[in-house]
Nanobody, 124 residues
């Protein structure tokens, strides 16, 4: 069983920063490829960022490249999303997701489990 808990969301002004965290209890986090996705009502769920199990490979959506950074601390069973220069269009519920079958140095592809999400609201 994979249990993910996101935290760190909130209300911030445009240009501000937030850091999201996602923690897990159970199997070692190092066994999972990890990703952040987001959802805004009326839109499809959108990929934000992903990181391989060893942390060496990352990928970002074009809309967040250069502003967001995904990282992981396997010892703490935690993945982070540092969000800088936030824009109103970044407003969404952000979800942490895991790929339980990804290879050690490959980016996750299929997401088997999701957290409950954390709301990020960016005011203009």
């Amino acid at each position: 069983q994979v249990s993910l808990v996101e935290s760190g969301g909130g209300l911030v002004q445009a240009g501000g920063s937030l850091r999201l965290s996602c923690t897990h209890s159970g199997r070692p986090f190092s066994t999972y490829g990890l990703a952040w996705l987001r959802h805004t009502p009326g839109k499809e769920r959108e990929f934000v960022a992903a990181i391989s199990r060893n942390g060496a490979n990352t990928r970002y959506a074009d809309s967040v490249k250069g502003r967001f950074t995904i990282s992981r601390d396997n010892a703490k069973n935690t993945v982070y999303l540092q969000m800088n220069s936030l824009k109103p269009e970044d407003t969404a519920v952000y979800y942490c997701a895991v790929d339980t079958k990804s290879a050690w140095d490959r980016l996750p592809v299929n997401y088997d489990y999701w957290g409950q999400g954390t709301q990020v609201t960016v005011s203009s």
